[in-house]
């Protein structure tokens, strides 16, 4: 069966210094792996996507995340974090190779951004 | 840009009364889908639909219902409302092609519903 599991709630950075979100997964496949963002008040949005064609994907406004197989983890970064980062961040997994749609959300991680 | 819209922020109601949640999405999508979000425990599925008038259970359909007569809505019915479903309720969809689910899911903005 698959999972996901994000390793913290909260995280806490000051404006300009990088950004680290980490997240495990379990999957007997092959996976699709994302990870989307929530601003208050706001739906979800999606970040990036991983679907196996490169181990490092880029998203928007900066971030990427690493895939890596023999750790089963997609770690979320950013060089540099800006206030308007500050939200609540997913990672997700694919729960089929396609037949449902379905997917499985972490338990979120918030994102604090000090100036 | 796909758009996926709630008929509601905000709502309240109260314990026993039967509540309707809306959602439309305008991008011929197949798939819709409905989730609870709660603190600490991300997004968890109540329901979702493959095509107009199917339904399946997601991972907590207890309380729910769901109804899908045209394929750009999917409803959330929640048939006699209590206390532990005050959440937000997020819609999402998401496309069919050649026999294989895009996985990428579109969300709409949420509705926040209290029941007293």
């Known amino acids: 069966a698959q999972s996901v599991t994000q390793l913290d709630s909260h995280v806490s950075v000051s404006e300009g210094t990088p950004v680290l979100l980490r997240c495990n997964y379990s999957?007997?496949?092959?996976?699709?792996l994302f990870w989307y963002v929530q601003h208050p008040n706001k739906g979800l949005q999606l970040l990036l996507k991983?679907?196996?064609?490169?181990?490092l994907v880029k998203g928007i406004n900066g971030f990427e995340a690493e895939f890596k197989k023999s750790e089963t983890s997609f770690h979320l970064t950013k060089p540099s974090a800006h206030m308007s980062d500050a939200a609540e961040y997913f990672c997700?997994?694919?729960?089929?190779?396609?037949?449902?749609?379905?997917?499985?959300f972490g338990q979120g991680t918030t994102l604090q951004v000090k100036p | 840009d796909v758009k996926v819209t709630q008929s509601s922020r905000y709502l309240v109601k109260r314990t026993g009364e039967k509540v309707f949640l809306e959602c439309v999405q305008d991008?011929?999508?197949?798939?819709m889908f409905w989730y609870r979000q709660d603190p600490g425990l991300g997004l968890r599925l109540i329901y979702f639909s493959y095509d107009v008038k199917m339904k399946e259970k997601g991972d907590i359909p207890e309380g729910y219902s769901v109804s899908r007569e045209k394929k750009e809505r999917f409803s959330l019915i929640l048939e006699s409302a209590s206390t532990n479903q005050t959440s937000m309720y997020l819609c999402?969809?998401?496309?069919?092609?050649?026999?294989?689910?895009?996985?990428?899911?579109?969300f709409g903005p949420g509705t926040r519903l209290t029941v007293l």
């Open positions: 991008m011929d999508h197949e798939n």
């Open positions: 997700v997994v694919s729960v089929d190779s396609g037949n449902t749609g379905k997917l499985i």
């Open positions: 999402a969809s998401s496309s069919y092609q050649g026999g294989i689910s895009t996985d990428t899911q579109y």
């Open positions: 991983y679907t196996s064609a490169a181990t």
């Open positions: 999957s007997s496949y092959s996976p699709s």
